[in-house]
Each structure stands twice: as structure tokens, then as C-alpha cells.
């Protein structure tokens, strides 16, 4: 029953791995592949500190975040989420797999 529920299935990743210190790279159910770097992953935290919880807006400036930040630990929320902890010290954004699908596809 699963097999016929496209959305689920788009957003579920069938692979997760890190490529080097500051690189991910994720396989989806449906066969696409999306590749991550870090600062970009960083610049685009979700968490309350990084985004205004009310205006949606973003208080985290890019250019703060380091071309060499790197992911220090890479852990899977429930079954829905990655939670990353940078190499600036930085851990409380949860990113939904449904919000970094949106991330590799931002025309979708
Ligand atoms: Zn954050």
C-alpha cells in the first residue's frame, strides 16, 4: 500500500551518507540523488535561533557561517528528520527530509 503513495515515497531516503567532513549526500526512494555541503546546509538551518518563529524570517547571517565548516555528528530525528551538530557548535535545527527534498529542488 505504501507503493502507491508518491509523496511519501519521495521524501523517504533510501540512502544517507557523509561524503568527507563537510559533505552529504542523499539517495531517495525514488532514485534522485541530492548532494549537500555543509555551509550551505548550515546557512539554511531551520532552527528558532536561525529563523524569526513568527515572521518566518531569517535572523542567521550567511556570511557569519564559515566556507569551512564541517559536520561533526549526523544524527536521524524519529524517522523523519536529520538533526546535524556543526563544527561551530551549532545543533538545534531539525531538517525534515520533506525540507532538504526542498532544499536539492527548490523549483518543486
Ligand atoms: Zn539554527
Redesign the pocket.
Known sequence: MEATDRRGTAIEPREIKQEGDAGLRITWADDHVSRYSAPGLRRA???A???NEWTGQRV?KPETISQELTIADLSIVGRYALNFRWSDG?E??IYSFRYLRDLSDPKE
Open positions: 538551518c531551520p532552527c535561533q536561525c529563523v542567521l551549532h538545534t535545527g
